[in-house]
């Protein structure tokens, strides 16, 4: 296949390797072993596979250590990606990845680079490392400056295959990937995440109407005091008619307008003694 302005490449499925027999890889050439990982790298691949999965906008998919051809010397494979669903018609194969992320443990600095740069070249669109020894970071591929670009933790990661914007934190914090993760669902609307707002929402008019019901009561008693109070010619002050109004207590309101049939004074009513 050839591409306007970046030379012809083989399809993405046309491997040098064998894809789930060998964990061969071939970056430029150069034949490297797939290991498979320790923590803290395969911590980090099953938390960045979670949050990647969750932020997936419709009509794409997300893949983990998907092997791809990327030129006529290279063939591995990213951490995760994500990439259009289908086939596409230009290659009759599936789409080349939209967004690529790399988890850098023991890898070294040139295989990742190269890595890059040869996904860059083939079409990825934007390429991702994330670092997970010593100080743990989040850094973009810089087509323009060949390199790699630090990314703060408050950045957001917008691109068209993602349905909401995704955190860089999330992918450095579990607590931040879980909220992130919630998020992403309620922006695809998840029927569950929808029917537990729809059951938060019902309980809280619920629970809104029962407090009306009760504050109605007691708004009810209160008045009943200070009217029994006025009729017995009993003097009451704004003060002590605001805290008759403000007790929402039925019990104590009860107690207060039996002692409001005999009492000379309101302090008589109210006292606790």
Same mark, same amino acid.
């Given at each position: 296949m050839r591409l306007p302005g970046r030379g012809s490449f083989p399809r993405v499925d046309d491997h040098l390797v064998e894809p789930e027999v060998t964990r061969d890889e071939i970056i430029g050439g150069r034949r490297v072993i797939a290991m498979p990982a320790n923590p803290p790298h395969a911590n980090q691949q099953s938390d960045l596979d979670y949050v990647l999965r969750a932020h997936v906008a419709p009509?794409?998919?997300?893949?983990?250590?998907?092997?791809?051809?990327?030129?006529?010397?290279?063939?591995?494979? /990213?951490?995760?990606?994500?990439?259009?669903?289908?086939?596409?018609?230009?290659?009759?194969?599936?789409?080349? =990845?939209?967004?690529?992320?790399?988890?850098?443990?023991?890898?070294? =600095?040139?295989?990742?680079?190269?890595?890059?740069?040869?996904?860059?070249?083939?079409?990825?669109?934007?390429?991702? /490392?994330? +670092?997970?020894?010593?100080?743990?970071?989040?850094?973009?591929?810089?087509?323009?400056?060949?390199?790699?670009?630090?990314?703060?933790?408050?950045?957001?990661?917008?691109?068209?295959?993602?349905?909401?914007?995704?955190?860089?934190? +999330?992918?450095?914090?579990?607590?931040?990937?879980?909220?992130?993760?919630? =998020?992403?669902?309620?922006?695809?609307?998840?029927? +569950?995440?929808?029917?537990?707002?729809?059951?938060?929402?019902?309980?809280?008019?619920?629970?809104?109407?029962?407090?009306?019901? +009760? =504050?109605?009561k007691a708004e009810g008693k209160a008045e009943g005091i200070l009217n029994l109070l006025k009729a017995r010619g009993v003097a009451v002050s704004e003060a002590q008619r605001q805290e008759i109004f403000r007790c929402y207590d039925l019990d104590r309101l009860d107690q207060w307008l039996v002692r409001a049939m005999l009492a000379s004074s309101v302090d008589e009513i109210t006292s606790e003694t």
């Open positions: 009509g794409y998919v997300t893949a983990a250590d998907l092997l791809t051809r990327l030129d006529e010397d290279s063939d591995f494979a /990213s951490d995760a990606c994500t990439y259009k669903e289908g086939i596409d018609p230009a290659t009759g194969t599936r789409y080349l =990845e939209e967004i690529a992320f790399e988890v850098v443990s023991e890898q070294t =600095e040139r295989d990742v680079t190269e890595k890059a740069v040869r996904m860059q070249r083939r079409g990825v669109r934007r390429i991702f /490392s994330i +670092a997970v020894k010593g100080q743990r970071r989040v850094s973009e591929w810089s087509p323009e400056r060949q390199g790699w670009r630090p990314l703060a933790a408050d950045s957001l990661i917008e691109d068209p295959s993602l349905v909401a914007p995704l955190e860089v934190a +999330a992918l450095l914090d579990a607590a931040v990937a879980d909220n992130a993760v919630v =998020e992403a669902l309620a922006a695809k609307g998840n029927p +569950a995440i929808r029917m537990r707002e729809t059951t938060a929402r019902s309980e809280g008019k619920a629970e809104g109407k029962a407090e009306g019901r +009760a =504050e109605g």
